[in-house]
């Protein structure tokens, strides 16, 4: 079956880190550039970060750069993002996406997201 | 950034009737533009890529046009399933963005 599936999420207080992860399935997952999305409680979707099918190539979202870092682990067939430096306004589902072609940026497997909470 | 407003923020609207949702780009965006549905509890589904393709799957109903600043999506009949939040992304260049969604509601 095709499917994405996140984990890690859970709560932190402000300035903790979190490490997410999105084990994927049914597809070469190398072949495919991935993202992680988040959406707030009751909000829209806000894009976070990309990578690569290889890895080499990453981009962030201003909101997130030099606190967040995208990762993935192609042996293992896993999307990673860590998560430094919180802020409340990190509170969030996140999801992780997967490009619809390999390398355009539109997402057509998405997995059920994974919620993070940042309170003190 | 490219900011995406979408209009309107709710459509009411009864099922069987056509709706026509809005999305318009600060700057040209070229065709670079899709168009996800969300139902509460889900992830985002994608429907529409490159302003005007069909993703695998998604019914005939649904329906993009536009380019440059300007985009719709046109549901032609509305069916039960499709009262929902409908969000624009582009892919023009870094960072993607979305837009903030407009709400299908049963009228």
């Known amino acids: 079956e095709v499917q994405l599936l996140e984990s890690g999420g859970g709560w932190e207080e402000p300035g903790g880190s979190l490490r997410l992860s999105c084990a994927a399935s049914?597809?070469?997952?190398?072949?495919?550039?991935m993202s992680w999305v988040r959406q707030a409680p009751g909000k829209g979707l806000e894009w976070v970060s990309a990578i690569r099918g290889s890895g080499d190539n990453t981009d962030y979202a201003d909101t997130v750069k030099g606190r967040f870092t995208i990762s993935r682990d192609n042996s293992k067939n896993t999307l990673y993002l860590q998560m430094n430096s919180l802020r409340a306004e990190d509170t969030a589902v996140y999801y992780c996406a997967k490009t619809r072609d390999g390398y355009t940026w539109y997402f057509d497997l998405w997995g059920r997201g994974t919620l993070v909470t940042v309170s003190s | 950034e490219i900011v995406l407003t979408q209009s309107p923020a709710t459509l009411s609207l009864s099922p069987g009737e056509r709706a026509t949702l809005s999305c318009r780009a600060s700057?040209?965006?070229?065709?670079?533009l899709g168009w996800y549905q969300q139902k509460p509890g889900q992830a985002p589904r994608l429907l529409i890529y490159d302003a005007s393709n069909r993703a695998t799957g998604i019914p005939g109903r649904f329906s993009g046009s536009g380019s440059g600043t300007d985009f719709t999506l046109t549901i032609s009949s509305l069916e039960p399933e499709d009262f929902a939040v409908y969000y624009c992304?582009?892919?023009?260049?870094?960072?993607?963005?979305f837009g903030g969604g407009t709400k299908v509601e049963i009228k």
């Open positions: 049914g597809f070469i997952f190398r072949n495919y550039a």
């Open positions: 992304q582009h892919r023009r260049n870094w960072p993607l963005t």
């Open positions: 700057q040209s965006v070229s065709n670079y």
